[in-house]
């Protein structure tokens, strides 16, 4: 009985091993993966660029202009204005 | 171009008109007594003007003239479509805050009610009821209206169409508001400067206006102090409190003069983050003026500007 057992185990160790390298062996001689067309830096050079992430001080602070175009005008001329001007009465 | 001025509403009032000058003296003179008339109707200075009258009724029915009519039922239109930051009816914090007199007395005098704190409870045009067929108003107890801007704007059109009939081509600014009839000859539009909010008199660029209208708000004019406060004549209806805006000045191109003053005071209430979309819902052109000076609009708005 003693016997058996000790070939039982010696059969499970000697198959798992055999199983492991005949895994091992077919994985290695196995085809690889397609590789894709363009390289990965020709992928990179289609991509659009992308927007610099705002500041958080832009999205937050008072100067915020919510989409708005901007434009810093010059000071006129006083003798070069015209007849109307519209303000803040 | 012949012009006339005079003072009235408070304010310079400026006519101007293609033609001879003695075509044009009648048409003047006709049209500063409408304004004259229209000021005695509107105004919130005069105990005996129609809208004192009114105000003093708040709690029964008020049978109301034609023009009066037509002006508060504007408003009411307004309140809708500036989402209530335009609210005649905040005449109540108005004085609260100490503009219970002209400007000019208030400059001269200072106010004359002291700061206290207080709560807000009230609803958009605070209970108005219009009864157009029978040119019936009611105001709740307690409620007052001020239509000091949204009349001025409302004067100055009707101020044009009556010199219209003198001449096609002509202009009527009332503190600022202005309808622009026709065109100058040789022009594609009205030269009009737009006031630096930080330097009266001074400009900071030359817009260039169809015929149609243009009226600015700004919180940089009419300012005084109550107690340690500052403060301005542009109230926020949502708070009771004179407005905090991140601009300094709005400025409205639009169809109508009345339109235009509205919602320069509602996009100016709205500041930065808010009036984008309120303008661009109710399809309105306007550039801001920040407190750097700068001036802000949409694509569209930034193509009345001359000097760009």
Known sequence: MKTFKTSLHILIAFVSMLGFLGGWATLAHSRKPIQPAQSQAQVL???????????????????????????????????????FMTRGS | MESFHFRAMNTDISLAAEGKPEDLSQGFEKTRQFIAE???????FSEDSE????????GTWFRVSPDMLNVIMLAK????????????????????????????????????LPLYPFTRQRTPLNGLVIRPEESLIYLLPGASLDLGGIAKGWIAERAAAILAEFSPVCAVDAGGDMYLSGLPKGMNGWPVALEDPQSPGEAL?????????????????????????????????????????????????????????VFAKALLIAGALEAPA??????????????????LGTQKSMEYINDL
Not at chain 2, 278 to 295: Q, S, T
Request: with cysteine; aromatic share 6%; charged share 25%.
């Open chain 1, 45 to 83: 050079e289609a991509l659009p660029p992308l927007d610099p992430i705002p500041s958080f001080n832009s999205v937050t602070s008072d100067n915020n202009n919510g989409g708005l175009n901007s434009f810093t005008p010059t000071r006129r001329n006083r003798a070069a204005l015209p007849m």
């Open chain 2, 38 to 44: 229209s000021e005695a109707r509107f105004t919130r």
């Open chain 2, 51 to 58: 809208l004192s009258q009114l105000n003093r009724a708040a």
């Open chain 2, 77 to 112: 239109d307004y309140v809708d479509l500036t989402q209530g930051l335009f609210d005649p009816s905040i005449l109540p914090d108005l004085l609260r805050v100490g503009y219970d007199r002209t400007m000019d007395i208030i400059r001269a005098e200072g106010v004359s």
């Open chain 2, 205 to 261: 660029t030359i817009l260039n206006i169809p015929p149609g209208a243009v009226a600015t708000s700004s919180v940089a004019k009419r300012t005084w102090k109550q107690g340690e406060k500052q403060r301005h004549h542009l109230i926020d209806p949502r708070t009771g409190e004179p407005a905090e805006t991140d601009w300094l000045s709005v400025t409205v191109i639009a169809a109508h003069t009345d339109q235009c003053e």
């Open chain 2, 278 to 295: 309120i303008a661009e819902n109710a399809d309105i052109a306007y550039l801001a003026v920040d407190r750097e000076g700068n001036i």
